[in-house]
């Protein structure tokens, strides 16, 4: 029964996702403002009926419905309750639930929205009821998660070994909010187009739900790079798999995105830009879904699914996109703006940062598809790897550090950087000297990498020394000047700061790693530049559905242990699949990464041990990165009881303005 209500609550969701795609849209264009409302009532209703769908299948995974084909494939009495939960999201028909779920999430918090259903909103209700009503018909044409089996086994087949991690608990959610938050600036954009609004009341709605995706996107890929880490036992973190490429894709065009949207917020330029960064945001999160499910990749990341429903994908993905495109085409030229500005003002750096970010896209898009379309094309496989993304991504990377500090100083309108430029000399010198000491300490030694240390050094000091400049820390009031800073200030202070701790990581752990591979009986010692890792013992134990074979290493240095890690393979019988548990060792200064591999009788256990510097720092900073944008979703505050401690006007000593919002 439950199989049966989770269906019929899908057929009534698409029910209620057909009519937000119609009636909104034709009460805006009529001034009807009960359709308009019907609108927000349907929204309301489609996640309500998602909602119960998700829950029903939620129930069968929990109490081990066997009669139930998703529930048989991916799940097993043995497994941990935990993961017969988050087992619901760990395969193609369940995690589409939750993209329906959390996309009808979106619209449900738009109809909710402070203010009313406005054209505009009914609009991006239309649009957005638009997108669920097709993915919805993807669920139940293509990828029912309730069909039935008969008879029903007596046991599951579980789920896939990889998936049963903390890790996987929360990163597919949390780049979902990511991906499916996008949909929303998409819908936005195109009720803009539409009623001819792309203005800066437009940006202000947008605004929340483009940082809230990006915040969440920023999230999910940090969990992913940490869950391949720790995971998949081979010592790295970002491999510039294709799937992995299809979610930082639309990371990159939703940082622009977010940037162009504040030009247009304060200052009312860059709206047809601003409009085509939020489709194509949306539409990079297409891409990556059409790389996920369609079947054309091979990946530990991907669903292995048919390439009948990859072509459904595409279908969506060809009508979303041209669609949207088709419409700025077609209304773009009314979009222009009077707002004039510098080559050097704050607007000029944001462009700049723009470009850069879409040329970046469009590099990591380039070398992903490139060996897809030589394959349809010459039936010859290629492959683009790692050397191509790093020489290609690096450059963009390194300007784009060496631009943030000085154009986030500058002033809008009309920027004085001769002025300013005294702020940037100790930045500069910190630089430089953090250059030559991790040139000169570091191994193995790279130019490339200290250049990279010198920028982001250059980076933090850059931001921190105009947050210096505003609150003016050793005067009095300083403390009331830093709460009344603008929430866009603290927002881009933590998440460019969190940038550079990233590079700083991504440089350590990738650039000055060392690796150490050797057999090992218990008891004997395998060097790891300045430690010695002891293997203690070797011992097995039964898991809930999976037998363990657990290393106990001690980490040594100078005669004297440091820390005792564990490290396991584990093989889970039902699969049949066998995984490899690193043991980590982290401290601010980096991490000792030790694996057990397959024994040998006559010389011992496979230990494969790292020592990768700084490599804790690339998620606390991607924290901090995600941080800075929930920040910036909190509304503007009144300044007016702060007036006390502003500048005078004129004054160049004193901080610079903060900006309008």
Not at 123 to 148: E, H, K, Y
Not at 344 to 357: A, D, P, Q, V, Y
Not at 490 to 499: Q, R, S
Not at 542 to 569: C, H, M, W
């Amino acid at each position: 029964m439950v199989a049966e209500l989770g269906q019929l609550a899908l057929l009534f969701a698409l029910a209620a996702a057909l009519h937000q795609s119609v009636f909104p849209m034709l009460g805006a264009h009529v001034g009807d403002q009960r359709l308009m409302a019907g609108g927000r009532a349907s929204a309301l209703a489609q996640a309500a009926f998602v909602a119960l769908a998700f829950a029903l299948l939620t129930v069968a995974h929990a109490t081990s419905d066997f009669s139930v084909r998703n529930v048989v494939e991916n799940s097993h009495t043995a497994k941990p309750f935990i993961y017969k939960l988050t087992g619901v999201w760990g395969n193609h028909e369940g995690s589409m639930v939750l993209w329906a779920l959390i996309l009808a999430g979106y619209g449900a918090a738009v109809a909710l929205a402070r203010g009313g259903v406005t054209p505009l909103r009914a609009r991006t209700l239309a649009v957005q009821g638009m997108l669920a009503a097709a993915f919805l018909a993807f669920i139940i044409f293509t990828s029912n998660p309730f069909a039935r089996l008969f008879p029903a086994p007596a046991e599951g087949q579980d789920l896939n070994p990889l998936l049963q991690d903390p890790g996987l608990i929360i990163h597919p959610p949390c780049l979902y909010l990511g991906y499916v938050g996008f949909s929303i600036a998409f819908a936005y954009a195109a009720a803009g187009l539409i009623g001819g609004r792309i203005d800066q009341a437009w940006a202000k709605e947008v605004r929340p739900f483009a940082l809230l995706a990006w915040s969440f996107m920023t999230i999910g890929i940090a969990l992913g790079a940490w869950w391949a880490y720790y995971e998949l036992g081979w010592g790295g973190f970002w491999a510039w798999d294709p799937v992995e490429n299809a979610s930082f894709m639309p990371w990159l065009a939703g940082t622009a995105l977010i940037h162009s949207i504040r030009v247009t917020e304060v200052r009312g330029a860059f709206r047809a830009w601003t409009a085509l960064l939020a489709l194509l945001a949306f539409s990079m999160s297409l891409v990556g879904t059409f790389l996920v499910r369609s079947g054309v990749l091979t990946s530990v990341h991907a669903f292995a699914v048919d390439p009948a429903r990859g072509v459904f994908i595409l279908g969506i993905l060809a009508l979303s996109v041209g669609g949207g495109l088709t419409l700025f085409a077609v209304r773009a030229p009314a979009m222009s703006s009077d707002a004039k500005f510098a080559a050097i003002s704050r607007e000029g750096g944001l462009f700049t940062n723009n470009l850069l970010l879409v040329a970046a896209c469009a590099t990591v898009f380039i070398g992903t598809f490139y060996p897809l379309f030589a394959e349809a094309v010459s039936g010859e496989k290629l492959s683009v790897g790692a050397p191509y993304f790093n020489l290609a991504f690096t450059p963009f990377v390194f300007i784009s550090l060496l631009m943030i500090g000085p154009a986030a100083a500058l002033a809008w309108k009309q920027g004085r950087l001769a002025r300013d430029a005294h702020l940037f000399i100790a930045p500069a010198l910190a630089g430089l000297v953090a250059a030559g000491t991790a040139f000169w300490l570091a191994a193995p030694k790279s130019t490339v990498a200290a250049l990279g240390v010198a920028l982001a050094v250059f980076t933090i000091g850059g931001v921190v020394r105009d947050l210096a400049r505003r609150v003016r820390p050793l005067e009095a009031g300083a403390l009331a000047r830093f709460v009344g800073l603008p929430r866009s200030s603290l927002a881009m202070t933590c998440a460019h700061v969190g940038l550079a701790i990233v590079v700083l990581g991504v440089i350590g752990a990738g650039v000055w790693r060392s690796e150490t591979v050797a057999y090992a009986q218990p008891g004997e010692t395998v060097t790891l530049g300045r430690y010695d890792v002891v293997l203690s013992r070797v011992a097995e134990t039964q898991g809930p559905n999976y037998i363990s074979q657990g290393a106990l290493f001690e980490v040594r240095k100078n005669d004297r242990t440091l820390r005792e890690v564990l490290a396991e393979r584990r093989f889970y019988p039902a699969r049949g699949m066998a995984t490899t548990e690193a043991g980590v060792w982290s401290t601010i200064r980096g991490d000792i990464y030790l694996t057990v591999g397959e024994p040998d009788p006559a010389r011992g256990w496979v230990v494969r041990a790292w020592e990768r510097p700084l490599a804790g720092w690339m998620w606390a900073g991607g924290a901090m990165m995600a941080l800075g944008g929930l920040i910036g979703i909190a509304p503007a505050r009144r300044r007016s009881s702060l007036a006390a401690h502003a500048p005078a006007s004129g004054s160049t000593s004193g901080p610079a303005p903060a900006p309008a919002e």
